[in-house]
């Protein structure tokens, strides 16, 4: 069901759909639909970023925000990981775990954001917590239920055999979740690119989202835009790369 499509043909469409909306919006910019502040056209926001790259403005935010989203995406995940294997197996520890997990992560993020500061103060420390915050108990979860539908008859055939749990949970569970859980951990990581700039909008000095935050100052619509384009591509980028690692990994997993 849905068909198949050649890679070269995966991504022609993909250039395709892109190029459309330029198109649109190149054509909104030549019909003057909008006014150039509200809705600068492409090649002004390109010859934007381009002045902001040159200064070397657009590499420093860059970098402070990929560090971290890098430094409370690990965090988050080293701890998630084992302890969503966990209460995938065991039901004393789901039972001990998953209603806390479940009760906070519907707690939403932004409220976090000023008690943070109040906590811990305003320096990279607080953006590490709220990317933590809003990826990790969205992972546990997330894994929990990947290990969940590990077919429960490979693990009687590991009882059959007479495999202790450690066996059965690194040579059975383990392999057969592997898969489901770094799709979990690509898709979790694109929720941390939303959480830094979140936490970039409120009390930062650096980063792409501070940058966000002090373009409406001076009606620099072109940065925002220009900022909201880099933050489209780094999240692609790094959603591609976790695919095409996940293929690499885990040849054996029907993708």
């Known amino acids: 069901m849905g068909g198949t499509i050649t890679v070269r043909g995966y991504v022609g469409t993909a250039v395709l759909a892109f190029a459309a909306l330029i198109a649109v919006w190149l054509l909104i910019r030549a019909l003057n639909l909008a006014p150039v502040l509200f809705l600068p056209g492409p090649i002004e926001v390109l010859d934007r970023l381009g002045r902001l790259a040159a200064d070397g403005t657009l590499w420093s935010d860059i970098?402070?925000?990929?560090?971290?989203?890098?430094v409370g995406f690990v965090l988050a995940t080293v701890i998630a990981v084992p302890m969503g294997i966990l209460i995938g197996t065991y039901r004393f520890a789901e039972a001990l775990i998953e209603?806390?997990?479940d009760f906070v992560r519907?707690?939403?993020?932004?409220?976090?954001?000023?008690?943070?500061i109040v906590w811990i103060g305003i320096d990279d420390t607080q953006k590490f917590a709220i990317v933590f915050i809003g990826t990790f108990f969205q992972e546990v979860l997330l894994i929990m239920d990947n290990v969940k539908r590990v077919p429960l008859d490979l693990v009687n055939i590991g009882r059959t055999l007479g495999m202790r749990d450690g066996a059965i949970l690194a040579r059975i569970v383990a392999p057969s979740a592997a898969p489901g859980i770094w799709d979990t951990l690509r898709i979790s990581l694109g929720w941390?690119?939303?959480?830094?700039?979140l936490a970039e909008l409120v009390a930062a000095t650096s980063g792409l989202g501070y940058r966000i935050n002090l373009a409406p100052r001076y009606f620099e619509t072109d940065i925002i835009i220009g900022y909201l384009i880099v933050l489209g591509i780094l999240g692609l980028v790094t959603d591609q790369t976790m695919k095409a690692l996940g293929r690499l990994f885990f040849r054996w997993a029907d993708r």
């Open 99 to 101: 209603p806390f997990i």
């Open 63 to 70: 970098s402070v925000s990929v560090w971290r989203i890098i």
């Open 192 to 197: 941390a690119w939303t959480w830094v700039v």
């Open 106 to 116: 519907y707690m939403p993020v932004v409220g976090f954001v000023p008690l943070t």
